[in-house]
């Protein structure tokens, strides 16, 4: 974390009030929140102390992390991967430095349709790969329905897949599908 200095006094720091805002050490000039000004690339940050501070935004550093590999992976010089190296090296400092500050990584989210699509296509691959027949397409299909169904509902049972995906059918109907289930 970076110490944010008073631009009155260009001298100290800015400490963290009860009110909400920042009081300089110095001169004890108040900043609010909405005069905090970064650039897109940092965030701020109140230090252990109560000090008004910034870092590298977390989502950014892990931006510059998966260039560095993709710069690694597609270069094809010892030169051009250790510069990708030193890169991600830097941009994992970045993220180190955030989470100490007390700032939250991302988690990668996507939307039910994302994941939809996903696991639907991911099936589509094998499907279209393996000619399989109709049985194991089935199989596959319950398998796509049920991953939908906890990812809105974790937890859920064959029934619940069933009840969700496949309206009046009972267990022991899909069951007999292609005598499934006939060795339970």
């Not at 892990?62 to 992976?73: G, K, P, W």
């Amino acid at each position: 974390m970076s110490t944010i200095t008073c631009a009155s006094c260009a001298k100290a720091q800015f400490r963290a009030q009860s009110d909400g805002t920042f009081k300089c050490d110095g001169c004890e000039t108040i900043l609010t929140v909405a005069e905090i000004s970064l650039d897109d690339l940092e965030v701020w940050t109140v230090g252990p102390e109560g000090h008004l501070g910034y870092t590298t935004d977390p989502a950014v550093a892990l931006q510059d992390m998966a260039e560095a590999v993709e710069e690694f992976l597609t270069t094809d010089t010892p030169y051009g991967q250790s510069m990708a190296l030193e890169n991600y090296e830097a941009a994992l400092s970045c993220l180190l430095d955030a989470q100490k500050a007390g700032i939250k990584i991302p988690r990668a989210s996507f939307t039910r349709e994302q994941v939809s699509d996903a696991i639907n296509q991911g099936a589509d691959v094998i499907l279209d790969a393996l000619s399989l027949g109709e049985p194991e397409t089935d199989a596959i299909n319950l398998v796509v329905n049920a991953a939908l169904t906890c990812l809105t509902a974790p937890g859920s049972s064959f029934e619940d897949v069933l009840r969700e995906n496949y309206g009046n059918e009972t267990a022991e109907e899909v069951r007999s599908w292609w005598g499934w289930g006939q060795y339970l």
